[in-house]
């Protein structure tokens, strides 16, 4: 897949004292459009415009990529879906084209074709073709987008992805808090538990399809693992264990965790399936918050064996542990990103809690934002963004974004106070 | 660090009870089972008793301080004495750590209450221990609540 040159690149040699804002690449989203005729057609160009627009709201999110207003004079025919004028959207400033089709099936469903273009080199950069349901199209939208964004970028889109989180409501020892489940652009919300019971780090599996989170259901706090699609939930452990900070490997076959022993914090891995758990560590006081490398060989967690909260990486048996962080303050809750470049983690000093991330051999520390409150970072899986929790007045939490680039983080609509957020891979 | 405040607190056997009250409230109109009178004059005696159902740790510690000993001395004198009741310690991690740490430290407390109680005699099935990390506010501490 060929990426574009971005703008940006012919500028950055300019050695100005202030970081320059990268320059987004425009593309141009006109309405798909339908190879059938009659009121079928009618019909499928509506679904198209519906995924056209929703093309347009995922891309509008990004930092990288600008999408021009879609239009609805801006016709085409099903022909030009693979041919189209390039002359006319260079005219109008784009460097980038998606142009798409919807079409009928006998069985109901849709087929939904995504074509991404080059404007300026007249060239195809990818294409995509997929059968969806016929009230999925909103998917098929998500998938357009994360074609183009890759397309673009070279990162991994972060449209067709959930986001699992704590909602809370009300304050104090009376605050109710559900684990809730939602599509990254804050469609499909729905809630996994009651309400009933305290529950804490809801963490997903990498294509979204298995939850992890702590429940506090029994009494004491368990991981509680609930299969998305059929709504089945078991608890990860047969013993009645104090068990928490649950995490998904990166291909979904295991989870890491940490669990009491007495007094002693130690972190497990277990099969997802089930199965005996491997203790990896056993060092007196609190090892904890493992996250595994994007090629599972390897563990970032947290241990205050030294005196105070640090990061530490092992190999994913436990062997060969070594401290990472020397930055002063205490360093907690390290997550690794999906392309293994960085460790994201909240850093506790005298200016409060802040995110910050750090390569995994310590090196390149850097921290993106200004606390006071803010904890529990989670990677987009385009490891350009971080998603994290960040408190407020009268203990009231909110779930805020921050890019790479140390911009300003921006907080995420949702219908409640939120806490523990966690973003998961692009789903199947 | 290792300062550990205590309070002698005749409001905190109480506030170990609140905790159960909304469950309680629930059953509006409802006239109060016998049971959970029962229990709660025991838990109004062992806080007497033992002068309170909360020890207080100092920030980021685990450490038992001496007030905190002798709080659980009382504890434990009285939990030998009614060796049918069950209890359940259950810790508290400080606010401005972070959440899964928290939760850790939390238990440890609770454990290390838990060890003490044991140590002087009470029996290892008459307790319990659990955490509350800093899910709910208030200093790092550890309160022994009556299960039954």
Redesign the interface.
């Known amino acids: 897949m060929k990426r574009l040159i971005l703008p940006v690149l012919l500028l950055g040699l300019a050695g100005t004292a202030h970081a320059q804002q990268p320059a987004a690449t425009v593309i141009a989203v006109p309405p798909l459009t339908s190879p059938d005729s009659g009121t079928k057609g009618n019909q499928m160009l509506a679904v198209g415009w519906d995924v056209t627009q929703a093309i347009e709201a995922d891309l509008r999110q990004t930092t990288e990529v600008m999408p021009l207003k879609p239009n609805r004079d801006d016709y085409y025919s099903y022909p030009e879906v693979t041919a189209p004028m390039f002359t006319k959207w260079r005219s109008k400033g784009a460097k980038a084209l998606v142009t798409g089709f919807v079409q009928g099936r006998a069985d109901g469903r849709l087929t939904v074709g995504c074509y991404v273009y080059d404007v300026d080199k007249g060239r195809e950069l990818a294409r995509k073709g997929f059968i969806i349901g016929a009230s999925d199209w909103r998917r098929a939208a998500h998938k357009c987008s994360g074609l183009a964004y890759t397309a673009i970028t070279g990162a991994q889109g972060i449209f067709d992805t959930r986001i699992a989180y704590v909602a809370e409501n009300g304050i104090?020892?009376a605050r109710t808090r559900r684990i809730a489940v939602m599509d990254s652009d804050g469609s499909n919300h729905r809630y996994l538990t009651s309400g009933d019971a305290?529950v804490?780090?809801p963490r997903l599996s990498p294509k979204a399809s298995q939850l992890a989170y702590?429940s506090?259901a029994g009494?004491?706090?368990n991981v509680h693992l609930v299969d998305l699609g059929s709504g089945q939930e078991r608890p990860l452990l047969s013993a009645d264990a104090?068990s928490?900070?649950p995490r998904y490997s990166p291909d979904g076959g295991r989870i890491v965790f940490?669990m009491?022993l007495?007094?002693n914090?130690d972190i497990y891995a277990v099969p997802a399936g089930g199965g005996a758990a491997q203790r990896l560590t056993t060092s007196p006081g609190?090892d904890?918050?493992p996250s595994f490398s994007p090629e599972g060989t390897k563990i970032v967690f947290?241990s205050?064996r030294g005196g105070s909260?640090q990061l530490y990486v092992m190999n994913a048996d436990g062997t060969g542990q070594r401290r990472i962080s020397f930055g002063g303050g205490w360093y907690?809750?390290p997550v690794w990103s999906p392309d293994g470049e960085w460790i994201a983690f909240?850093r506790?000093d005298q200016g409060?809690?802040r995110i910050g991330i750090i390569k995994p051999d310590g090196s390149g520390e850097k921290l993106l934002t200004a606390g006071s409150g803010d904890?529990?970072p989670s990677w987009a899986a385009s490891s350009r963004e971080i998603l994290f929790q960040r408190g407020g007045a009268q203990?009231r939490n909110g779930l805020y974004r921050v890019a790479l680039d140390g911009s300003e983080p921006r907080q995420l609509t949702t219908p409640q106070d939120g806490s523990?957020p966690d973003w998961s891979g692009v789903m199947d | 660090m290792r300062k550990t405040a205590f309070l002698l607190a005749l409001l905190l056997g109480a506030s170990a009870a609140d905790?159960q009250l909304p469950f309680l409230r629930k059953r509006s109109g409802q006239p109060q089972q016998p049971v959970l009178q029962g229990i709660d004059a025991l838990r109004a005696d062992f806080a007497a008793q033992a002068g309170g159902t909360t020890v207080y740790y100092g920030a980021e510690s685990?450490i038992l301080g001496p007030p905190a000993k002798a709080a659980l001395s009382l504890q434990a004198a009285w939990l030998r004495k009614h060796p049918e009741v069950v209890v359940?310690i259950e810790g508290y991690g400080d606010g401005?750590?972070?959440?899964?740490?928290a939760?850790?430290?939390g238990?440890?407390r609770a454990?290390?209450a838990r060890?003490y109680l044991l140590l002087l005699g009470v029996p290892s099935t008459q307790v319990?221990?659990?955490?509350?990390?800093k899910?709910?506010?208030g200093l790092g501490r550890a309160i022994t609540v009556l299960v039954r």
């Open positions: 104090g020892d305290m804490l780090t702590v506090f009494g004491r706090p104090i928490f900070a940490s009491m007495g007094a914090s609190v904890t918050d947290e205050d909260q907690a809750a909240t506790r409060g809690r904890e529990g203990g523990d | 905790a685990v359940r401005l750590d972070t959440r899964d740490h939760l850790a430290i238990a440890r454990e290390e060890s319990s221990t659990t955490s509350w990390g899910e709910r506010p």
